[in-house]
């Protein structure tokens, strides 16, 4: 698990580690510098030219350093300092006396005189305020130049917190931040500026960051292993748990076997899908390993006896994928929400129509899990998605909250959340997994966790992680333009192969 900080955190985190802890600034600025080296040095020779833009903060102090460094490592280096800011920190004195005894060159301008790489060292996480004026005329002066673009912890106008552009910002195509991702980074337009981001050990110990325990954190690969349910040596299918899958109306088959055949890949027991009768043989023959409970959608004692049947016979169930928003599929959805009290993982269709019956949700004695994308959360919540997008942890945690339920609300970073102050944001997967078909492969994913007895919130985090991952490895095998759902699946077995998972 790694912690993601806010602005506010980071400068708590930093305070704690100075002032409790007791580790002198000026270590910790010459950590940042050298690892901002190091990531220099692994990516250009020293043949190239570098300009090193900086104010007279602590994020310039860093600059300087770094200056410092590259001149002494023989490096064509230039500072340009705009001298904008009033103040200048203690730390950035001291730096900006080390390097002109030194010699190291400055610029008297931002032009494009042949720099391999432009550095920003302007603003650092603390930023609260928007870039007006000659300050934005030198971030503007940056991104014009044609190089590199490395931002030194995060790029200069970039909220911390939000990833909002407060006024203008610097367009990087890479970022080493400091200690701990910052959750600007990850959101809004954030993600988008800051490039390939490195997270760089720079001597603050985990004290520190425990200490503060930041709101948000994800998973990656490394924790998959401790986070998978333990199977069992002695065990059989029922071991595993029986997840039914209500959806797949009438030329919408794909959903509803998504899910399935995901939930089966996860390593679930068995697997019900309940659905329209005229897609029973194509799921007989695309996925004969799941059982068939089919009914007529015209005729109400049909639709009536397979919910009942699929109620009684399910620990999990997946509502929704496919289903529609007719008139049975309503019926569907009030009568599993009423009467079932076990786990439901509420998505596409299903959401849709609680979006129009919202106190089905709140008197629900199910425990439930909704997946909702950005539109669907819209629907829900009647916020519209520009809000919801820029306010995903806020929006996540209040609706969890007020319901009593876990959200995962699905975008590029997908944030979980069961109501709590803390709150999961994910940081795997692609852009190819911008496809039909991958939200009912995440629910099959989550389902088939809840089969195996994790609790709710815990296998929504996982299932998120193992989603994305499951999508790197599909991007790896099909590419992010060709890879579609079915790929997706395929990636769950790449993840999971090896039988260090099974005791």
Same mark, same amino acid.
């Given at each position: 698990m790694n912690y993601i900080a806010s602005g506010d955190e980071m400068s708590r985190i930093d305070n704690y580690a100075i002032n409790v802890i007791g580790i002198p600034q000026m270590v910790l600025m010459e950590r940042a510098a050298l690892s901002v080296y190091s990531y220099i040095e692994s990516k250009f020779d020293k043949d190239s030219k570098v300009l090193v833009v900086v104010e007279g903060g602590n994020n310039g102090g860093d600059g300087l350093a770094l200056a410092r460094i590259l001149h002494g490592n023989g490096y064509d280096v230039e500072i340009y300092w705009g001298e904008i800011l009033g103040k200048t920190s203690d730390a950035f004195k001291t730096q900006l006396e080390i390097v002109k005894k030194l010699n190291v060159k400055f610029a008297d301008d931002i032009v494009d005189c042949g720099y391999d790489v432009v550095?920003?060292?302007?603003?650092?996480?603390?930023?609260?305020?928007?870039?007006?004026?000659?300050?934005?005329?030198?971030?503007?002066?940056?991104?014009?130049?044609?190089?590199?673009?490395?931002?030194?912890?995060?790029?200069?106008?970039?909220?911390? *917190?939000?990833?909002?552009?407060?006024?203008?910002?610097?367009?990087?195509?890479?970022?080493?931040?400091?200690?701990?991702?910052?959750?600007?980074?990850? *959101?809004?337009?954030?993600?988008?500026?800051?490039?390939?981001?490195?997270?760089?050990?720079?001597?603050?110990?985990?004290?520190a960051i425990d200490y503060i325990e930041p709101d948000l954190y994800t998973y990656d690969g490394n924790d998959v292993d401790r986070l998978l349910p333990y199977r069992k040596f002695d065990s059989h299918k029922g071991s595993y748990g029986k997840i039914g899958v209500i959806g797949g109306s009438k030329n919408m088959a794909g959903a509803a076997m998504f899910s399935a055949e995901a939930a089966y890949r996860m390593g679930c027991g068995l697997v019900r899908i309940c659905t329209v009768e005229e897609n029973?043989?194509?799921?007989?023959?695309?996925?004969?390993?799941?059982?068939?409970?089919?009914?007529?959608?015209?005729?109400?004692?049909?639709?009536?006896?397979?919910?009942?049947?699929?109620?009684?016979?399910?620990?999990?169930?997946?509502?929704?994928?496919?289903?529609?928003?007719?008139?049975?599929?309503?019926?569907?959805?009030?009568?599993?929400?009423?009467d079932y009290k076990g786990t439901i993982v509420l998505d596409a269709d299903g959401l849709n129509i609680v979006a129009q019956n919202k106190q089905w949700l709140t008197d629900t004695q199910a425990r439930v899990i909704i997946t909702p994308h950005l539109a669907e959360m819209s629907r829900l919540t009647e916020v519209k998605t520009g809000e919801i997008k820029s306010n995903k942890y806020e929006v996540a945690k209040n609706f969890a909250k007020d319901n009593d339920i876990v959200v995962v609300l699905k975008d590029a970073r997908t944030v979980v959340s069961e109501g709590g102050v803390q709150a999961y944001i994910n940081t795997t997967g692609n852009n190819g997994m911008a496809t039909g078909g991958s939200g009912d492969v995440l629910a099959g994913i989550i389902g088939g966790l809840c089969g195996q007895n994790m609790d709710e919130f815990e296998a929504a985090k996982l299932g998120v992680c193992l989603h994305g991952l499951a999508g790197q490895e599909a991007a790896i095998s099909r590419g992010r333009y060709s890879m579609i759902a079915s790929d997706i699946v395929k990636g769950i077995t790449a993840v999971l192969k090896g039988d260090y998972y099974v005791g």
């Amino acid at each position: 698990m790694n912690y993601i900080a806010s602005g506010d955190e980071m400068s708590r985190i930093d305070n704690y580690a100075i002032n409790v802890i007791g580790i002198p600034q000026m270590v910790l600025m010459e950590r940042a510098a050298l690892s901002v080296y190091s990531y220099i040095e692994s990516k250009f020779d020293k043949d190239s030219k570098v300009l090193v833009v900086v104010e007279g903060g602590n994020n310039g102090g860093d600059g300087l350093a770094l200056a410092r460094i590259l001149h002494g490592n023989g490096y064509d280096v230039e500072i340009y300092w705009g001298e904008i800011l009033g103040k200048t920190s203690d730390a950035f004195k001291t730096q900006l006396e080390i390097v002109k005894k030194l010699n190291v060159k400055f610029a008297d301008d931002i032009v494009d005189c042949g720099y391999d790489v432009v550095v920003d060292a302007v603003f650092g996480a603390g930023l609260n305020r928007a870039i007006t004026g000659k300050l934005a005329d030198i971030i503007n002066a940056m991104n014009d130049v044609d190089a590199f673009k490395l931002a030194v912890d995060i790029p200069s106008g970039i909220d911390a *917190t939000n990833g909002y552009v407060l006024g203008t910002a610097f367009r990087a195509d890479a970022t080493v931040t400091f200690a701990i991702m910052k959750m600007g980074l990850l *959101t809004g337009m954030g993600y988008e500026y800051s490039g390939q981001v490195t997270v760089a050990d720079i001597g603050i110990p985990k004290k520190a960051i425990d200490y503060i325990e930041p709101d948000l954190y994800t998973y990656d690969g490394n924790d998959v292993d401790r986070l998978l349910p333990y199977r069992k040596f002695d065990s059989h299918k029922g071991s595993y748990g029986k997840i039914g899958v209500i959806g797949g109306s009438k030329n919408m088959a794909g959903a509803a076997m998504f899910s399935a055949e995901a939930a089966y890949r996860m390593g679930c027991g068995l697997v019900r899908i309940c659905t329209v009768e005229e897609n029973r043989e194509i799921m007989q023959s695309k996925l004969p390993e799941a059982m068939l409970t089919t009914f007529d959608p015209k005729d109400k004692n049909s639709v009536r006896e397979a919910t009942k049947s699929m109620l009684s016979w399910s620990d999990v169930i997946i509502l929704g994928p496919g289903l529609s928003t007719k008139e049975y599929a309503t019926y569907i959805v009030e009568k599993v929400l009423r009467d079932y009290k076990g786990t439901i993982v509420l998505d596409a269709d299903g959401l849709n129509i609680v979006a129009q019956n919202k106190q089905w949700l709140t008197d629900t004695q199910a425990r439930v899990i909704i997946t909702p994308h950005l539109a669907e959360m819209s629907r829900l919540t009647e916020v519209k998605t520009g809000e919801i997008k820029s306010n995903k942890y806020e929006v996540a945690k209040n609706f969890a909250k007020d319901n009593d339920i876990v959200v995962v609300l699905k975008d590029a970073r997908t944030v979980v959340s069961e109501g709590g102050v803390q709150a999961y944001i994910n940081t795997t997967g692609n852009n190819g997994m911008a496809t039909g078909g991958s939200g009912d492969v995440l629910a099959g994913i989550i389902g088939g966790l809840c089969g195996q007895n994790m609790d709710e919130f815990e296998a929504a985090k996982l299932g998120v992680c193992l989603h994305g991952l499951a999508g790197q490895e599909a991007a790896i095998s099909r590419g992010r333009y060709s890879m579609i759902a079915s790929d997706i699946v395929k990636g769950i077995t790449a993840v999971l192969k090896g039988d260090y998972y099974v005791g």
